[in-house]
């Protein structure tokens, strides 16, 4: 009988153990931009970032477009140098990210590794998809011990 009693408090114990420590070591979030939007024309991205982070280290965006036909526009994903570039939609020295074929099927997953700001933007167009299009946003992902759940 106390054998038992025991042994239910270390399962207790291992479970509460296990309730404290894996979601520290591995909770990171998943987030399609612009939700049932998706990636896409006039849609405002600074807005949902305000409403949906802050987002944390390791936490992914996932930009899902289809591909360019006679009917969809192209879309794509660029990340902008600085602060300069990205108020300017200056795509001179940006970096793509993803092309205009990789936003099908389940979309293209962006991990957010780094903690700096995250400027992206929509390369289409020559920018105007980012002057014009609205498509463009700042994420600057927080550590992840600042998570409160
Ligand atoms: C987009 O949303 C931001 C933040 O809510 C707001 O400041 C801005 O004016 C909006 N832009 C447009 C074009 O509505
Ligand atoms: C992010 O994930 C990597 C493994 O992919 C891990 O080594 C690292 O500790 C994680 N960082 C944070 C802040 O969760
Ligand atoms: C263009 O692509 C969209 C979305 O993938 C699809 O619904 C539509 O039927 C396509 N149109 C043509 C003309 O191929
Ligand atoms: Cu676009």
Redesign the pocket.
């Known amino acids: 009988m106390e054998a038992a009693g025991s042994r239910a408090a270390l399962v207790v114990a291992a479970v509460v153990a296990l309730l404290v420590l894996v979601p520290e070591a591995s909770r ?1 979030d998943r987030f399609v931009v612009g939700d049932a939007a998706r990636w896409t024309w006039g849609y405002n991205y600074t807005d949902w970032v305000i409403k949906k982070g802050p987002f944390f ?2 936490d992914s965006l996932v930009f899902m477009y289809d591909p360019p036909n006679a009917t969809v526009h192209a879309h794509s994903v660029y990340m902008m140098r600085n602060l300069a570039d990205y108020q300017s939609c200056n795509l001179k020295a940006a970096k793509l990210v993803a092309g205009v074929m990789q936003g099908t099927g389940s979309g293209f997953e962006f991990v957010l ?1 780094k903690r700096k700001p995250h400027y992206f933007v929509c390369g289409e167009r020559n920018g105007i998809h980012c002057t014009m299009g609205q498509m463009k946003f700042i994420v600057k992902p927080k ?2 011990s600042c998570r409160d759940y």
């Open positions: 990171a280290l390791n590794k550590h992840s």
